[in-house]
């Protein structure tokens, strides 16, 4: 759909961003593309080059890690899908631009999208269009829904309209963003009942499910270590890596497109997933497994090839101001984030040794709110909505996995502590995330851990209170401070 149509329908003709700009002057300097690739609920841990076993996982990805950097220690802001892109695309924690929930963002507040409008860039979007609201504030040039993606999970149909949009852009002689946005692999998978379901209509008028090139079988695959490994849990997984390894032909589909065109070595490539994967103790969470993201940047020229940052953290608030910097852009006032530029072309940077995640929303708009401070080491999250009455309820629990834990848990004790714990939770959970990296073991209530349990909850304090975090009382509360 081009510019003028998209705006038409979405606003009446009228939008926040120029229906047409002046080329960039004479002298002006050449700015970068920008292409982010973003996966759809996948862990971190999926692909081969940050540690999965399956063989011929994600040969695209791993290869785009060969040829830039990956940040072992990056996070998304929120895990869960519309929140977490609307802090990317703002700089901003979710109550500060309007996305604590499936919401658009406040019309006050400046997107990406805006700055790099002004500056002459022809923006596209490709899937997952819904999840940047309102869509005026976006300013997209070209729009590719997901009926136009079957689905948003057909990888040869991005390429194709990856690639019509970047010749675009290279005919108009303008730089371009262009944000490629997987559906894979978010629920359902391939091969599930939740699949068939989810596709009746077509399978009934004879048209086929979105074409997967690989499924793989329960035994070939390893169960994560924060879910039992029982037999539907295990089958389960299995159906998820065979959506993920077609998020990873996506990807690979893409960068195909991009280099036919001949604009790689000018563009600044980032990958990651939105957040953790749809199951238990990952999406929707503030879990290790929620919020870390597979980050991998390549952009030829500036960054080292072949490089993992494993000492700083990055995060989500972050992507703004770090494309803002990279393409030479104005940043407006009031972004959270801070540019991680530097880092990319080599350097270090002070007050980067951890991050700060946030849940407070469903897509069902129940609100859980929940806070976590990750160290390298340590993981400390406060759940201000448990009350031991009030049941979490959220879309990892749908399919296999959630009911097959349910009925273990009547005869296994340790899977029944699981399951309680993740339904009803507890106020206040401390992990010891190098030697415990899936959350088995909470530390908060252990004697032996109290001065550790105390200098989280005191650095998560100062950061709330920097931040105007909304949870700040409640944490006060919790340990008894007053004011």
Known sequence: MDRRAFLRRVVGGVAACALSRA???LGA??????????????????????????????????KLASQGMRFAH?????????????????????????????????????????QLDRAGYM??????????????????DTVVGANELDAGRSPQLYYQHAKAFIEKAKAAGKPFFLMANSHDPHRPFVGSQQERGKFRRRIQNGKPLPKASRVYKPEEIEVPGFLPDIPDVRKEVAQYFGSAHRSDETAGAVLRALEET????????MFLSDHGMAFPFAKTNCYLNSTRTPWIVRWPGKVKPGTVD???????????PTILDATGVAPPQGMDGRSFLPLLLGGKQEGRGFVYTVFD?????????MRCLQTHRLGYIFNPWSDGRTVFRNESQSGLSMKAMRKAAETDKAIAARVQLFLYRVREELYDFEKDPDGLHNLADDPKHRAELDRMRKAMLAHMARIGDPQLPALKKQIGMKG
């Open 310 to 320: 494993r000492e700083h953290f990055i995060s989500g608030i972050d992507f703004m």
């Open 361 to 369: 929303q469903t897509a069902g708009r129940k609100n859980y709110p």
């Open 23 to 25: 080329p960039l002057g």
């Open 29 to 62: 300097p050449e700015r970068p593309n920008v292409l982010l690739i973003t996966a759809d609920d996948m862990n971190w841990d999926s692909l081969g080059v940050t540690g999965c076993k399956i063989p011929g996982i994600s040969p695209n990805l791993d």
């Open 262 to 269: 001949g604009l790689a070595d000018n563009t600044l490539v």
């Open 123 to 140: 923006q596209g979007i490709l899937g997952k269009v819904p999840h940047l609201a309102p869509q005026r504030k976006f300013c997209w």
């Open 74 to 114: 990056a996070h998304v802001t929120v895990a869960v899908c519309m929140p977490c892109r609307e802090v990317l695309m703002t700089g901003r924690y979710t109550w500060r631009c309007g996305a604590v929930g499936f919401h658009p963002i406040r019309p006050d507040v400046p997107t990406l999208q805006e």
